[in-house]
């Protein structure tokens, strides 16, 4: 599903560094880490009434895939909730928003990989924007399996959110040129890892199962379901499954919090039920509870 230009975003005001821009003069140097070399890392966030769905836990993620590429001024979560909240206190929002938090190396002396170039500090950029969630997840998405294998630890780290993300875009242009929704990502060894943007689950007798996390993203979405799955006592089993354990599924979903629990209703031209009564229930179940996961952000 493309995303559209929504009118209501045409005049952002946008966090970056230490003070709000409009969405025109809202830039970052050309010589800022994530235009030299992707040099960053990022989390998205969904704000709700109640507040940001698993703040603290996106904070960590972005905290340590900041520490794992050695970033020397890592801000604290206090100063990174404040810059959130002066964000969405400008732009009027309370909910249906999405936040693309960005933190960079930030700026370097010259052109360059070599982060002791990097003597301007790090870049917080609060990207909040008008977003409904990014799929419909009443008639589900299909996808496609891509050659492009994702990234495991041997490679690049797929536990580090950083901004290379061109391993998942080459998967989803192989979506996009056989029109599906997303590119399914098998690992060095063929299992599947998850989609271009998001993780997998499948159900099967009565049980929910997922790939490991050795070759996707640890997806706080998915660690989400498989606590919820615990709580409502459907066995859940982390473990090595290959496209026939998908295609064969008595149902798939989709998981991440641009779409939260989306139904996967056709991987490689074969059709997956969406109907099943396990499936419909963790779908039922986190639609009911993802609020009591936001976490409001108060003022320091
Ligand atoms: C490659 C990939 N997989 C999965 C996810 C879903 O992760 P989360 O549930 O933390 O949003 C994302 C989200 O950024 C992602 O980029």
Same mark, same amino acid.
């Given at each position: 599903?493309?995303?559209?230009?929504?009118?209501?975003?045409?005049?952002?005001?946008?966090?970056?560094?230490?003070?709000?821009?409009?969405?025109?003069?809202?830039?970052?140097?050309?010589?800022?880490?994530?235009?030299?070399?992707?040099?960053?890392? @990022?989390?998205?966030?969904?704000?709700?009434?109640?507040?940001?769905? !698993?703040?603290?836990?996106?904070?960590?993620?972005?905290?340590?895939?900041?520490?794992?590429?050695?970033?020397?001024?890592?801000?604290?979560?206090?100063?990174?909730?404040?810059?959130?909240?002066?964000?969405?206190?400008?732009?009027?929002? +309370?909910?249906? +928003?999405?936040?693309?938090?960005?933190?960079?190396?930030?700026? &370097?002396?010259?052109?360059?990989?070599?982060?002791?170039? /990097?003597?301007?500090?790090? !870049?917080?950029?609060?990207?909040?924007? @008008?977003?409904?969630?990014?799929?419909?997840?009443?008639?589900? $998405?299909?996808?496609?399996?891509?050659?492009?294998?994702? /990234?495991?630890?041997?490679?690049?780290?797929?536990?580090?959110?950083?901004?290379?993300?061109?391993?998942? $875009?080459?998967?989803?242009?192989?979506?996009?040129?056989?029109? &599906?929704?997303?590119?399914?990502?098998?690992?060095?060894?063929?299992?599947?890892?998850?989609?271009?943007?998001?993780?997998?689950?499948?159900?099967?007798?009565? &049980?929910?199962? =997922?790939?490991?996390?050795?070759? !996707?993203?640890?997806?706080?979405?998915?660690?989400?379901? $498989?606590?919820?799955?615990?709580?409502?006592? $459907?066995?859940?089993?982390?473990?090595?499954?290959?496209?026939?354990?998908?295609? /064969?599924?008595?149902?798939?979903?989709? =998981?991440?919090?641009?779409?939260?629990?989306?139904?996967?209703?056709?991987?490689?031209?074969?059709?997956?039920?969406?109907?099943?009564?396990?499936?419909?229930?963790?779908?039922?179940?986190?639609?009911?509870?993802?609020?009591?996961?936001?976490?409001?952000? +108060?003022?320091?």
């Amino acid at each position: 599903m493309l995303q559209t230009f929504n009118e209501k975003n045409r005049h952002l005001k946008v966090y970056i560094k230490d003070r709000l821009y409009s969405r025109e003069a809202a830039k970052v140097s050309v010589f800022d880490s994530v235009v030299q070399g992707g040099d960053a890392v @990022w989390e998205g966030l969904r704000v709700y009434p109640e507040g940001i769905v !698993c703040l603290d836990a996106h904070l960590t993620r972005l905290q340590e895939s900041a520490k794992t590429l050695a970033f020397v001024d890592i801000p604290s979560k206090a100063v990174i909730k404040e810059a959130i909240k002066k964000t969405l206190d400008a732009n009027d929002m +309370t909910t249906d +928003t999405h936040i693309r938090l960005t933190l960079t190396r930030g700026e &370097k002396i010259t052109s360059g990989m070599d982060p002791r170039l /990097n003597q301007s500090g790090s !870049c917080l950029i609060v990207l909040a924007e @008008w977003k409904p969630l990014v799929y419909d997840n009443d008639s589900g $998405i299909k996808v496609i399996s891509t050659s492009q294998r994702r /990234n495991a630890p041997q490679f690049l780290d797929s536990k580090i959110h950083h901004n290379n993300l061109l391993n998942n $875009i080459l998967a989803k242009i192989q979506a996009n040129v056989a029109g &599906k929704d997303a590119g399914l990502m098998l690992d060095e060894h063929g299992f599947v890892a998850e989609l271009n943007g998001s993780n997998l689950f499948l159900v099967k007798e009565g &049980k929910v199962f =997922t790939p490991h996390a050795h070759a !996707c993203l640890p997806g706080i979405t998915r660690k989400t379901v $498989i606590e919820m799955c615990e709580v409502m006592k $459907i066995p859940l089993i982390e473990k090595n499954l290959s496209l026939s354990d998908f295609i /064969n599924a008595e149902g798939v979903f989709a =998981t991440g919090t641009m779409g939260e629990l989306t139904p996967v209703v056709e991987i490689d031209g074969r059709s997956i039920p969406k109907e099943d009564a396990v499936m419909k229930s963790v779908l039922n179940h986190f639609s009911e509870a993802i609020r009591s996961y936001c976490e409001p952000l +108060t003022s320091t």
